[in-house]
C-alpha cells in the first residue's frame, strides 16, 4: 500500500498565517474607524475653519485620505 503526499487543494493550520491574517483585518477596520473620525471632526468645523486650513467642505473626502496617506 503507497502512500500519498499530495496535499494539493489543502492548506495546513498556520499560526504565522491566521496572525498575519488577523493583523491585516485589524489594520483596515482600524483605518476605517480613524477615517470615519476625521471626516466626522473636518465635517463639524465651520465653513471659515475649512478655509482658513486651505479646503472646501466639498474637499473634506478627499483631504482626509491625504492625511490618512502620510501615517
Do not use: C, N, W
Not at 33 to 58: K, N
Request: glycine share 8%.
Amino acid at each position: 500500500m503507497a502512500f500519498s503526499s499530495d496535499t494539493s487543494g489543502y492548506a495546513p493550520f498556520s499560526p504565522v498565517a491566521l496572525f498575519a491574517s488577523f493583523r491585516a483585518k485589524a489594520g483596515s477596520i482600524l483605518r476605517t474607524i480613524q477615517m470615519g473620525r476625521m471626516i466626522s471632526t473636518l465635517s463639524s468645523m465651520s465653513d471659515g475653519q475649512l478655509s482658513h486650513i486651505g479646503i472646501s467642505r466639498s474637499d473634506i473626502p478627499k483631504y482626509a485620505e491625504k492625511l490618512m496617506e502620510k501615517d
